[in-house]
């Protein structure tokens, strides 16, 4: 069982900056990949960035390329996702993923296990 726990939200003004944290509770050599979907009220949830562990090959959502960059420490078993130039339609809560064998994890089917989730909440 693979315990999953963000950190890193918070409110900020349109246009600054977040860095999202998710430490994972084992060694990160049982997991594949690691990733951030959001869900906003109302709305499914949606991926966000994912980043395969061996390798580092990253994905992205169409709507944050150029502005979230995900990363990982193996030292600390943890993904952090660096948000940038941040918008309103960010405002969501954001959950942290991971998968333990190998295939993708761009759609919440995929996941294996979930964190808490996090409010990151962007104003006008």
């Known amino acids: 069982q693979v315990q999953l726990v963000e950190s890193g939200g918070g409110l900020v003004q349109a246009g600054g900056s977040l860095r999202l944290s998710c430490a994972a509770s084992?060694?990160?050599?049982?997991?594949?990949?690691m990733g951030w979907f959001r869900q906003a009220p109302g709305t499914e949830r949606e991926f966000v960035s994912t980043?395969?562990?061996?390798?580092?090959?990253?994905f992205y959502a169409d709507s944050v390329k150029g502005r979230f960059t995900v990363s990982r420490d193996n030292t600390k078993n943890t993904v952090y996702l660096q948000m940038n130039s941040l918008k309103p339609e960010d405002t969501a809560v954001y959950y942290c993923?991971?998968?333990?064998?190998?295939?993708?994890?761009?759609?919440?089917?995929?996941?294996?296990?979930w964190g808490q989730g996090t409010q990151v909440t962007v104003s006008k």
């Open positions: 980043i395969v562990w061996s390798g580092g090959r990253t």
């Open positions: 084992e060694r990160t050599s049982g997991i594949y990949a």
């Open positions: 993923a991971a998968r333990t064998f190998g295939g993708p994890l761009v759609s919440p089917q995929n996941a294996h296990y």
